[in-house]
């Protein structure tokens, strides 16, 4: 039988979601499950097992129509051994031998990278990127990911620990970060950030979603906060954009449905801060492939391995 089928696998803090793919990367299934139903790392793996099983059950397939699984985890991982160093917003991994656990009880070959960089691969391969050999794409939410594009692939760096835009360090004496390092980019644009300051503004209950759609009916004072993000946000771009001439930046996550009220500000940031040469040349662009672009990239994972 021609092997012809992908299972991808996204695992964030909230959702993991599951999906069978066919060998040119289309969603031919999915599931979707509570991150936090799984109450610890057993479960949560067995769950991972249990959407395998059933999408090899319910689609059937045998082992030998499958190239493989490939699992995008929200945090350092070692691709190579396939160990997820540990989890920031999962409680319980450390060191964990994910490859070997899987394998061992799927009998398939199974590729885990970490979500952001799998995100910039899918946005590279066939989303917002799919022009430019040089760029950078990020994630902003809870944590801010990123994933770099150097000369047409993914730079990985010698631990696979390159592009971690989110510890970029923008203040020397700012707050502590869950990286324990101090004055991180994700410590101000970061989810938990951001809506403590909305709050502040907006009133108690108020969610980032809202203030997005505040902005879109041009509420100033929501425009205005946006802007402000988009500004802390284009100062670090611009510090990157500066050291390593990128042709595209692209922002993803759900910050990024502010819409223009963030991305104006970030491209008005970068025109005015970063060198001249580099600030024309970049373009900052919104992701395209949305919630999806984890899974497209779990799916090049297997593809290309
Ligand atoms: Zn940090």
Redesign the pocket.
């Known amino acids: 039988m021609v092997k012809k089928f992908i299972i991808a696998i996204d695992l964030g803090g909230t959702n993991l979601k599951c999906a069978l793919l066919d060998s040119r990367l289309k969603i031919k299934a999915r599931s979707y499950f509570n991150t936090r139903s799984f109450d610890n790392k057993p479960k949560l793996i067995q769950g991972i097992i249990q959407s395998v099983e059933s999408f090899m059950v319910n689609h059937r397939l045998n082992r030998s129509a499958v190239l493989g699984i490939g699992i995008g985890m929200p945090g350092p991982v070692d691709t190579r051994k396939g160990l997820v160093h540990f989890l920031p917003n999962i409680p319980g991994w450390k060191e964990v031998g994910l490859k070997k656990i899987l394998e061992h009880k799927t009998k398939l070959p199974v590729f885990i990278d970490n979500d952001a960089k799998l995100m910039a691969l899918a946005e590279y391969k066939c989303g917002a990127a799919k022009k430019y050999k040089n760029a950078l794409c990020l994630t902003l939410g809870t944590g801010v990911g990123g994933g770099l594009i150097i000369d047409g692939a993914l730079y990985r760096g010698p631990d696979n620990a390159a592009g971690e835009v ?2 970029l360090i923008i203040n020397e004496e700012g707050l502590v ?5 101090r004055g ?1 980019l ?2 101000y644009i970061g989810n938990n950030h951001i809506i403590r300051e909305a709050r502040k503004l907006f009133g108690p209950g108020i969610t980032l979603e809202e203030v997005s759609a505040l902005a879109g009916k041009k509420n100033a004072k929501a425009i205005n906060f946006w802007n402000q993000v988009g500004e802390k946000l284009g100062v670090a771009v611009s510090t990157l954009v500066n050291v390593l001439n990128l042709e595209a930046v692209v922002i993803g996550g759900g910050v990024s449905h502010a819409g223009n009220a963030l991305f104006d500000s970030v491209r008005q940031t970068v025109r005015s801060r970063a060198m001249r040469v580099q600030g024309q040349r970049v373009k900052i662009l919104k992701a395209k492939l949305g919630v999806d672009a984890g899974i497209i990239g779990a799916g090049y994972l297997v593809k290309e391995s």
């Open positions: 989110g510890h970060c869950g990286c324990g390092g991180c994700e410590t």
